[in-house]
């Protein structure tokens, strides 16, 4: 069974960067789409981006646009989130997903879809 393992996350003041890795050891992932997921106390869980098998098609929330970066090394079997500008209302706990067959990545992010899902990893963005 494929699974997640998320890590990066931690406390940082308003304005900081923080960078997300998600990794499935001893699993590839490049035939999979990848999303990364965030729910704050209290909220239903959002889709933040979600990037396709190759790496070239990205999806990103509004609330992250021009923010936050996907991407994924193949190679290292390791999709990474840089989250840059942070604000408070980025904080949550957030969750890579693995989806096998979804349309788009769109798709997956919009309709919060995953196959995998990792435990996740606390984001506290706060002075």
């Known amino acids: 069974q494929l699974q997640l393992v998320e890590s990066g996350g931690g406390l940082v003041q308003p304005g900081g960067s923080l960078r997300l890795s998600c990794a499935a050891p001893g699993f590839t992932l490049d035939y999979l789409r990848i999303g990364w997921f965030r729910q704050a106390p209290g909220k239903e869980r959002e889709g933040v981006s979600c990037i396709s098998r190759s790496g070239g098609i990205t999806y990103y929330a509004d609330s992250v646009k021009g923010r936050f970066t996907i991407s994924r090394d193949n190679a290292k079997n390791t999709v990474y989130l840089q989250m840059n500008s942070l604000k408070p209302e980025d904080s949550g706990i957030y969750y890579c997903?693995?989806?096998?067959?979804?349309?788009?990545?769109?798709?997956?992010?919009?309709?919060?879809?995953?196959?995998?899902w990792g435990q996740g990893t606390q984001v506290t963005v706060s002075s």
């Open positions: 997903a693995a989806a096998e067959a979804i349309t788009t990545v769109q798709a997956m992010c919009v309709a919060r879809r995953g196959n995998y």
